[in-house]
């Protein structure tokens, strides 16, 4: 019997020691070419950003027994995994790098750099006084490894926590306590998957529930805020946001978030840092070494994520 053949959308040598008893080939549909080989894949690796062309090729994989998304989220995906196929998500590739960004956001907004910048444009000196981070009270949706990523780093800021995610557990409330939880928030940081659940968990009974002048940072998925009632909510003043995702994404040049008041605006990169590649090759690696030993994978997506 042959060795199972891996897909890899990068040099197999970039994982360091190899996992042996499995062939590799680097590829990437994106580009368009398919090689004849696409039946004989066994264990898929598609490229991080998940276009139309991986959900397309999926189909012609008729012996594939494991796909391995270089994404946190699967919703991308879910849909066209062809049954009997092992899903496995990302966990572990996107924390650091996502949860620097989240930071990264909450600080600029509270902090005003938007505004700095636009001075510096205008080279007028133009201080004003901000709220810090320090001593704000945090409201985490979502707790999972990259919001416990984001944690760490928000207490070392000296500000505190308020856990939330879809099932409780000690220390960690429930979604259906968030009416409750929102009045009392200076910030609300989204690190939600995108499920039936959480698509339009963000509407405007949700940001009617918050704080005055409290900010909502976005680095789940776009769909899980509702936009229009984030656009009213913004003009009235009741919120400022800070949104690395976007509904819909990429955001249309004419799209009236880009001007709405109050809010910071970037482009889905939370995941594009240089600490993806070295954490992503680790997960890989593992992966794979575990499915050529024939045990259990880790990250198997099951259930409503």
């Known amino acids: 019997m042959s060795e199972p053949l891996v897909w890899l959308p990068f040099d197999p040598a970039d994982l360091g020691e190899v996992p042996a008893g499995l062939r590799y080939e680097v590829v990437d549909p994106v580009d368009g070419d398919v090689p004849g080989s696409v039946g004989d894949v066994a264990f898929y690796v598609p490229p ?34 062809p049954d009997g196929v092992t899903l496995c998500s990302g966990r572990g590739i996107h924390d650091t790098s996502t949860a620097e960004l989240a930071l990264t956001l909450t600080l600029a907004s509270l902090r005003g750099v938007p505004d700095l910048v636009r001075a510096q444009e205008r080279h007028a000196w133009a201080g004003q006084w901000r709220t810090s981070l320090a001593d704000r009270r945090v409201l985490l949706v979502g707790h999972g490894a990259i919001g416990q990523a984001i944690e760490t780093r928000l207490t070392a800021f000296e500000a505190s926590v308020t856990r939330v995610a879809r099932t409780a557990r000690d220390g960690v409330h429930a979604l259906d306590e968030l009416p409750a939880l929102l009045p009392d928030a200076d910030v609300v940081i989204l690190v939600v998957p995108l499920t039936d659940e959480t698509r339009g968990l963000v509407d405007a009974a949700f940001l009617d529930r918050m704080k005055h002048g409290a900010l909502l940072v976005n680095v789940a998925r776009g769909p899980v805020v509702v936009t229009d009632d984030l656009l009213a909510a913004l003009h009235s003043g009741r919120v400022t946001a800070a949104l690395d995702v976007t509904d819909p994404e990429p955001l249309p040049a004419d799209h009236p978030l880009w001007e709405a008041p109050g809010v910071l605006v970037s482009p889905h990169v939370g995941g594009l840092s240089s600490a993806m590649w070295p954490r992503a090759h680790r997960v890989v690696r593992e992966q794979l070494r575990r499915y050529a030993a024939g045990v259990p994978l880790h990250n198997v997506m099951t259930g409503a994520y």
């Open 48 to 81: 991080y950003r998940l276009g139309s062309e991986v959900a397309d090729v999926l189909p012609r994989m008729s012996s594939l027994e494991v796909l391995q998304t270089l994404t946190a989220g699967v919703d991308n995906v879910r849909g066209a995994v």
